[in-house]
């Protein structure tokens, strides 16, 4: 499988969260690819920097030496402005972050890691899961 993490869910890793952990260490002992797209790195690093947790920042720094950070391609972009287009034609609205993170995750056939499932259900075609969810959590 492939994986991309949202941020509230590298959040909720670094934070310890036990349902994402053992989710996340499941899908390492699989052998699944699993990365952090680059708007999520931008959002965390940001919010890093913003509230000095060296603590965090440690895990972060381990968990990207695990999951490569992973570029916003052309095509991603393009597929983004097209999902924009069709939700702005239905009247519905994603934060273009979340856009982005949804069209990056279509366009190389990820699966997104999430606890936001309302921010990405109206994305038709994107493969979502929440792993917080799956241990109760």
């Known amino acids: ?19 994402v952990t053992q989710s996340f260490d499941a899908a390492v002992e699989n052998g699944d690819e699993i990365v952090v797209p680059a708007l999520v790195h931008y959002e965390i690093r940001r919010g890093l920097l913003c509230k000095s947790h060296p603590r965090f920042e ?7 030496e695990q999951c490569p950070v992973a570029e916003l391609s052309n095509s991603a972009i393009e597929r983004g402005a097209e999902i924009y287009a069709g939700l702005y034609r239905a009247k519905r609205t994603v934060e273009d972050a979340d856009l982005l993170i949804a069209a990056f995750c279509m366009d190389g056939e990820y699966t997104l890691i999430t606890n936001n499932t309302r921010h990405f259900e109206v994305i038709d075609g994107l493969k979502y899961e929440d792993w917080s969810a799956l241990h109760g959590v």
Do not use: C, H, Q, W
């Open 1 to 19: 499988m492939k994986y991309a993490l949202d941020t509230n869910i590298v959040s909720l890793y670094i934070r310890g969260n036990p349902g």
């Open 58 to 64: 440690k895990f972060y720094e381990i968990l990207i």
